[in-house]
């Protein structure tokens, strides 16, 4: 069954620091991968995504994410870390009916 | 702008009340899907739709019922509530365009449900 991992529930970094989101998943075929960022009270906002081609895939607000299908991960990273990145980050497999599988997020709190 | 709308954002109810959870997206999207999700827990799909009068169960299964009667309307109903539905439901679509079978999930801001 496909499924999806984040063994990080909580992490604080401080501001300017790197950050590195773990993410391990499990599907049969070749994945879809997803990163979605939600900010307290909003909705879900796609970070990237990764189909096919380059393993390291550009997303918004200076996020990037690499697909490792050795590993079975897709971490997802940013150089320098922002106040305002302090989110609920979660990670998602696509399922070929269109459906997501999504992992149990990591919590991100951004220290000054 | 298109956009998709949920309303209320929040809902404090007393148990065995009907209550609907309204959701609406003006991008012409043909798929829409429920989550519900629980505070540290992933989300769960508890209903999709891929078109007008279709309707299907999530891998979650809920006691809630759906319609699409409109394209751009999906909402959620529970006939009784209970303190067992309190959670949080969120909306998404997504279209069917280009040849990818998978096309990104637009998801609104969420309604917070408490059954007391």
């Known amino acids: 069954a496909q499924s999806v991992t984040q063994p990080d529930i909580h992490i604080t970094v401080s501001e300017g620091a790197s950050l590195e989101l773990r993410c391990n998943y499990s599907?049969?075929?070749?994945?879809?991968l997803f990163w979605y960022v939600q900010s307290p009270g909003q909705g879900l906002q796609l970070l990237l995504k990764?189909?096919?081609?380059?393993?390291l895939v550009q997303g918004i607000k200076g996020f990037e994410a690499e697909f490792k299908r050795s590993q079975s991960s897709f971490n997802l990273r940013k150089p320098s870390v922002h106040w305002s990145d302090a989110a609920e980050y979660f990670c998602?497999?696509?399922?070929?009916?269109?459906?997501?599988?999504f992992g149990t997020g990591t919590l991100l709190a951004v220290q000054p | 702008e298109a956009d998709i709308y949920q309303t209320p954002r929040y809902l404090v109810i007393g148990t065995g009340k009907k209550i609907t959870l309204e959701c609406s997206q003006t991008?012409?999207?043909?798929?829409m899907y429920w989550y519900q999700q629980d505070p540290g827990m992933e989300l769960h799909l508890i209903h999709y739709?891929?078109?007008?009068?279709?309707?299907e169960k999530g891998d979650l299964s809920s006691e809630s019922t759906v319609s699409r009667i409109r394209t751009e309307h999906f909402p959620l109903t529970l006939e009784s509530a209970r303190p067992s539905h309190t959670s949080q439901y969120l909306c998404?679509?997504?279209?069917?365009?280009?040849?990818?079978?998978?096309?990104?999930?637009?998801f609104g801001p969420g309604t917070r449900l408490t059954v007391l």
């Open positions: 990764y189909f096919s081609g380059d393993t």
């Open positions: 991008m012409g999207h043909d798929k």
């Open positions: 998602a497999v696509g399922h070929r009916t269109n459906k997501l599988i």
């Open positions: 739709s891929y078109g007008v009068n279709s309707t």
């Open positions: 998404a679509s997504s279209g069917s365009a280009g040849r990818e079978w998978y096309n990104e999930q637009f």
């Open positions: 599907y049969g075929a070749t994945p879809y």
